[in-house]
Nanobody, 124 residues
Framework: QVELVESGGGLVQAGGSLRLSCAAS????????MGWFRQAPGKEREFVAA????????RYTDSVKGRFTISRDNAKNTVYLQMNSLKPEDTAVYYC?????????????????WGQGTQVTVSS
C-alpha cells in the first residue's frame, strides 16, 4: 500500500511558477517510479512527467518540455514538479502516481496508486 498526498497547487498568473509536492508513505520510496498527470475540465487525464526510482531518468510530455522539471528526494519520500512559464492551458487538477514496477511510463494504466489531486489555475 502506498499513500500519496499532493500539495502546492494554487492560482498563478500566466508566466508564473509553482512547485507541486507529493509526499509518499507506506513502501520503500526509492524502489518506486513516480509520475505526474493532469486533468483539465472536460478532458481526459493526461501524462505530464515521470521519474525513475533513483531519479536518473525522466520523461515529459512535449507540451511541458523546457518548462516543467520533475525531481525527487528519496530521503524525504517526496517527488516534486517544478512548473515555470505557466500558461492558461496548464490549468488542471494535477495528480501524482506511483508505479510499483519501478520503470517509468506515460501509460496511466501502469500506475498502481494515486493521490487525491491538487488544483492549478493559471490566469491570463
Amino acid at each position: 500500500q502506498v499513500e500519496l498526498v499532493e500539495s502546492g497547487g494554487g492560482l498563478v498568473q500566466a508566466g508564473g511558477s509553482l512547485r507541486l509536492s507529493c509526499a509518499a508513505s507506506g513502501r520503500t520510496f526509492n524502489s518506486v517510479a513516480m509520475g505526474w498527470f493532469r486533468q483539465a475540465p472536460g478532458k481526459e487525464r493526461e501524462f505530464v512527467a515521470a521519474i525513475s526510482p533513483r531519479g536518473s531518468t525522466t520523461r515529459y510530455t512535449d507540451s511541458v518540455k523546457g518548462r516543467f522539471t520533475i525531481s525527487r528526494d528519496n530521503a524525504k519520500n517526496t517527488v516534486y514538479l517544478q512548473m515555470n512559464s505557466l500558461k492558461p492551458e496548464d490549468t488542471a487538477v494535477y495528480y501524482c502516481a506511483a508505479d510499483l514496477e519501478s520503470f517509468i511510463t506515460s501509460m496511466e494504466r501502469n500506475y498502481d496508486y494515486w493521490g487525491q489531486g491538487t488544483q492549478v489555475t493559471v490566469s491570463s
